[in-house]
């Protein structure tokens, strides 16, 4: 099993790009979004993680993938949601599922992504 949960997070964090677009902070987190943050902000999730291919009994790559969510109010959601699809596709990421859907907790749009990838180990 390969993990590069450091490898997207640091990915989309970084991005300066990605960085304007969320009016210059890292918003980008794993798993769980601090209270009191407003939009827009990322969080992302490995959904599954198994082993793709074998050779004499041994792993030899790894099927991965991932959700990324993504909160916005300002009216940059595709904006966003784009950078977001050009940084995966940098890491080698396929996005096979995307919908828009509308927040009631945090008033917002939310965007569901999810990418896919088999890494060789």
């Not at 904006?79 to 919908?99: D, P, Q, T």
């Amino acid at each position: 099993m390969i993990d590069i949960s450091i490898d997207v997070l640091k990915a989309l964090g970084e991005d300066p790009v990605l960085l304007n677009l969320t009016e210059g902070k890292n918003k980008t987190w794993q798993f769980v979004i601090p209270q009191g943050v407003d939009p827009p902000f990322i969080r992302i999730a490995e959904i599954n993680n198994y082993n793709d291919n074998f050779a004499d009994d041994n792993e030899v790559s790894s099927a991965i993938s991932y959700q990324i969510d993504m909160w916005d109010k300002s009216g940059k959601h595709n904006e966003i949601a784009n950078e977001i699809e050009r940084i995966m596709k940098s890491l080698g990421f396929s996005r096979y599922y995307s919908v828009p859907t509308w927040d009631t907790e945090v008033l917002s749009v939310r965007k569901i992504m999810r990418f896919r990838t088999t890494k060789m180990i």
